[in-house]
């Protein structure tokens, strides 16, 4: 009876414990949901505004009107577009918790001939066509007193963006007028026109779109295009993006020199090989061939950094697949970079994650005195530097000739502080550009002195009416230079993916180079709240042992390879040469001890060919193995250990029941 008596009162309270648990939930889902309350529990802290947003829409002066289109009552409306949806309505709350009063938000919803409707098409904001006909509206327009910024779609797939897409919205909006960004390039950038001598003679004659990362640039800066014949860079240009200067001449130089000294910045992309310009002279036969490295001569020199222009970057561990004419390949000299790569304390820099270059070379030496040096981009510990004529070789004959091991190498470097003039002796004549270190010294061999008696002791510099600086030219003064070793990466090719949405083409960035850029020029605009927002880029969290893996894996197989296929080219060789080699008088008749010789160098070339693909099989295997046991330990540990553990305390609590 008393046993009996126990089980009824632990039955009782019991329920009434679960009872009161189901209240607490309810009462906790009610609160939360009135208070609105959220956790980012992700690593990156997605989901929270950056600090950098926090500090432009706490500056704002005055008020900007965010109107979010979305047309929510849409039978046929796909569930992920709702749930972004409702992910964009929080952010945009956010946006209004951290700036009350100066960030509105109104939400419509452009339903067919209605006053909002109108109102999205009057922003800029059109509908996307569903399969059932019906407009889907998913756009923002933010106002403050004239300007107008419009998002016409926000797509999904760039959600990690979302925050500096508005971000960058809000500030062009309280910050209509732009800065002068000046564009200097041998390479189409900017687009070329359609080509009237090859239309006449009925060829493809169309010109080139300007670059991707040229309308990107464009929405925040006032883009001036610079020629190679420029001999003073405009007084108004605060920055200068320099883009494969091939053989320049010493007055372009000397504009460069002195841009600098006055204190503009410079952004300077250099190539040993510039792979889309190669690939463009295969596909044009009619235009003349050239060099296709550049450099900056004596401005290197006398910075105390080096740049080999003939000298490619090979990369085993970042390699990369890329495909040409039709066929996919690794290329050891088209490097993926990881987030490693990336310099991880510089706001530039920092949250990178993914960066495409080819063909780059690489910067050595430790800037001259007075200036600091910072490697903002680096290749990994196994990369090599080979010949430029040699990158065009087939890749494995260039994988078997690299030496144990490599080391890393510097692909891009900030240079900050006082810089000293290239040209000591003042502007040069009309002479091509001479090598660095003739002329760079006066005839005592002295170094120049600090600054010329129209410079200001700080190193600032005077600004007369017409861009010239103070005096005949400046000695010295402080500036900032970024110097990049590849120009390929700024190409749609290694930037971007494009994809059909609802019938509408839509950009996603396939790496972080439009970032890396974007996020150099916005530095270097002093901009570095907008930096601290873009940040926030394209996500990767690749299998970095495995990279290790296959880079060793490559190097182990890549000389068995070698040596099957220097065995079948030899055979067949043999084969043509022995056919060859019959006299006059036999005809087609072969002798019996030639059959022989080549019947069995026809088995040793199949022989040879099976062995070649077996070894290519068991490389695939491998690799293919190794991967499965990751992705298989990535994703099944934390279950097993969660239900280890479980198993655990419930034979735990068994035995302390048992004990009682």
Not at 186 to 215: F, K
Not at 422 to 427: T, V
Not at 606 to 622: I, N, S, Y
Request: charged share 25%; with cysteine; proline share 5%.
């Amino acid at each position: 009876m008393q046993s009996s008596g126990k089980g009824f009162s632990r039955l009782l309270f019991s329920a009434a414990g679960i009872l009161i648990v189901l209240v607490l939930v309810v009462a906790v889902n009610v609160l939360s949901s009135a208070v609105n309350t959220r956790a980012d529990l992700t690593e990156e802290n997605l989901y929270t505004l950056s600090g950098g947003t926090r500090a432009i829409v706490k500056g704002l002066d005055l008020p900007v009107a965010v109107r979010f289109y979305f047309s929510r009552d849409l039978a046929q409306m796909p569930m992920f577009l709702k749930n972004y949806a409702a992910r964009v309505r929080d952010v945009l709350r956010e946006y209004e918790v951290k700036a009350p009063g100066k960030i509105k938000v109104q939400e419509l919803n452009p339903t067919p001939d209605s006053d909002a409707e109108d109102a999205a098409n009057l922003d800029g904001v059109y509908g996307q066509m569903l399969g059932d006909g019906e407009q889907l509206y998913l756009g923002l327009a933010l106002s403050c007193l004239d300007e107008t910024v419009t998002l016409p779609f926000l797509n999904p797939q760039d959600e990690s963006l979302l925050e500096y897409q508005i971000t960058r919205a809000i500030y062009r909006v309280s910050h209509p007028e732009k800065r002068v960004l000046g564009v200097l390039s041998s390479l189409p950038i900017m687009g070329t026109p359609p080509n009237m001598m090859m239309m006449q003679q009925g060829m493809d004659a169309r010109g080139q779109d300007p670059w991707y990362i040229m309308s990107e640039l464009k929405r925040d800066f006032d883009v001036r295009e610079l020629t190679a014949e420029v001999e003073t860079i405009d007084a108004d240009i605060d920055i200068l993006l320099l883009v494969h200067p091939k053989e320049p001449t010493d007055k372009l130089l000397y504009a460069l020199d002195q841009f600098v000294l006055r204190g503009g910045r410079l952004i300077a992309c250099l190539d040993p090989l510039s792979f889309i310009e190669m690939y463009s002279q295969r596909q044009s036969p009619m235009q003349p061939p050239g060099p296709n490295s550049s450099t900056l001569g004596r401005l290197l020199d006398t910075w105390g950094v080096q740049f080999a222009a003939d000298k490619v970057v090979v990369d085993l561990k970042y390699q990369t697949e890329w495909q040409e004419r039709g066929q996919r390949r690794r290329d050891p000299m088209i490097v993926g970079l990881g987030k490693e790569a990336f310099a991880g304390d510089d706001p530039s820099t920092s949250q990178l994650e993914t960066a495409l270059l080819a063909y780059a070379g690489a910067f050595t030496g430790q800037g001259a005195e007075g200036l600091t040096r910072t490697v903002l981009l680096s290749s990994s510990g196994d990369a090599h530097l080979i010949d430029g004529f040699e990158a065009r070789m087939p890749v494995n004959q260039i994988v078997g000739k690299l030496e144990a091991e490599g080391s890393r190498r510097a692909l891009a470097i900030r240079l900050a502080g006082t810089f000293k003039t290239a040209f000591p002796d003042g502007a040069p004549g009309t002479s091509p550009s001479q090598p660095a270190g003739d002329g760079d010294k006066p005839a005592d061999g002295t170094d120049t002195p600090a600054a010329d008696a129209d410079t200001p002791a700080d190193g600032t510099d005077k600004k007369p009416e017409g861009g010239k600086p103070a005096g005949d030219s400046l000695k010295s003064g402080k500036g900032m230079v970024v110097l990049i070793a590849d120009t390929d990466f700024l190409h749609d090719a290694f930037c971007i993916e494009r994809m059909q949405v609802f019938g509408q083409t839509i950009v996603r960035a396939s790496s972080d180079n439009i970032a890396l850029i974007s996020n150099l020029v916005e530095q270097l605009s002093g901009d570095e709240n907008l930096l601290s927002v873009r940040s926030r880029g394209v996500k990767s969290r690749p299998f970095v042992k495995v990279q290790d893996m296959k880079a060793a894996a490559e190097t182990r197989y890549q000389k068995q390879i070698d040596g099957l296929e220097t065995e079948l080219n030899e055979a067949v060789n043999k084969l043509r040469e022995l056919r060859q080699a019959k006299s006059p008088d036999q005809r087609s008749v072969l002798t019996p001890e030639q059959e022989e010789t080549i019947a069995g160098i026809q088995r040793k070339k199949a022989q040879t060919a099976k062995d070649l693909k077996e070894v290519r099989k068991e490389f695939r295997r491998d690799i293919d193995a190794l991967e499965t046991r990751l992705k298989l330990v990535n994703i099944g540990l934390v279950p097993l250990l969660v239900a280890a553990g479980g198993v655990a305390v419930a034979i735990l609590n068994r035995r302390r029941m048992a004990g009682k």
